[in-house]
């Protein structure tokens, strides 16, 4: 079974900062690798499909990226609502979250 | 607009059963691929089962199979996940979601691009 490793497990940033997730693969998945969004008591919400789609309606300061076995999950520039736990996904598998707070 | 509707979620005791359903509207029900994930409390996501748009796939985690079966019944826009000799462990908050995809792959659930509110189920004596 395919293994998903995000770091960091949690950050905390400054409003406007670049935030950056990282997702491991435990052997290639090609493109197929999703990323959600889950804000506190709500369900998770699909941001990102197939490593670099932007799901409809999402702002463009989420980002995508990646190829085999390392991808990337970026905030160009963090707001107050983004505060919320990140998971990345391939097929039957999630990663264990990236919790992002404000600093 | 897509809606999922959790209900069937509570205390039960171990050993005992449960069955969830989650009424679906705002898109052809039959075409897609539904599945159940389910949040321990402070937990992180797991998928539980899937099945294919007419329910002749199915998709089990292997921490449920043999215990849990998903069923849906096109005519009423409905999904269902039975759940029986239930642990401790089942605990959590279980959300319906529309998949990604239109088949149900061995590897499991393609993605998710559309959550119910999520129902509680609660294993404890």
């Known amino acids: 079974d395919i293994q998903l490793t995000q770091s960091p497990s949690s950050l905390s940033a400054s409003v406007g900062d670049r935030v950056t997730i990282t997702c491991q693969a435990s052997q290639d998945i090609s493109n197929y690798l999703n990323w959600y969004q889950q804000r506190p008591g709500k369900a998770p919400k699909l941001l990102i499909y197939d490593v670099s789609n932007l799901e409809t309606g999402v702002p463009s300061r989420f980002s995508g990226s990646g190829s085999g076995t390392d991808f990337t999950f970026t905030i160009s520039s963090l707001q107050p609502e983004d505060i919320a736990t990140y998971y990345c996904q391939q097929y039957g598998t999630f990663g264990p979250g990236t919790k992002v707070d404000i600093k | 607009e897509v809606q999922l509707l959790e209900s069937g979620g509570g205390l039960v005791q171990p050993g005992g059963s449960l069955r969830l359903s989650c009424v679906a509207s705002g898109f052809t029900f039959r075409n897609y691929v539904m599945t159940w994930v389910r949040q321990p409390p402070g937990k992180g996501l797991e998928w539980v089962s899937a099945?294919?748009?007419?329910?002749?796939?199915?998709y089990y985690a292997d921490s449920v199979k043999g215990r849990f079966t998903i069923s849906k019944d096109n005519s009423k826009n409905t999904l269902f996940l039975q759940m029986n000799s239930l642990r401790a462990d089942d605990t959590a908050v279980y959300y319906c979601?529309?998949?990604?995809?239109?088949?149900?792959?061995?590897?499991?659930?393609?993605?998710?691009?559309?959550w119910g509110q999520g129902t509680l189920v609660t294993v404890s004596s």
């Open positions: 979601a529309k998949d990604t995809g239109h088949i149900v792959a061995v590897t499991g659930p393609t993605g998710a691009d559309c």
């Open positions: 099945i294919s748009g007419y329910g002749g796939a199915t």
